[in-house]
């Protein structure tokens, strides 16, 4: 399947993509192409994250946020 569609480039990967074209001769799309499937293919290094919560046994009502940090903080924190 192929897709035709317009994309905005931020500069840095335009740059990569007319750094390719011009090395290897060939057009946006294949440089494009080729630059998208070597991204999917990097292998990442270390576990995937993961985010770690500790309970603090703090019971907060974060819905008056000035409220939780005065309670968090006291008055001297405003």
Do not use: C, H, W, Y
Request: aromatic fraction near 2%; hydrophobic fraction near 40%.
């Amino acid at each position: 399947m192929s897709m035709r569609t317009t994309v905005t480039l931020d500069e840095d990967i335009a740059a990569a993509v007319q750094r390719l074209r011009r090395e290897r001769g060939m057009g946006v799309s294949e440089a494009l192409n080729r630059l998208a499937r070597a991204g999917l293919t990097v292998k990442r290094s270390g576990p995937p994250f993961r985010q770690r919560s500790v309970k603090l046994g703090l019971k907060v009502d974060v819905t008056n946020v000035a409220e939780a940090l005065e309670l968090l903080d006291g008055p001297a924190g405003r």
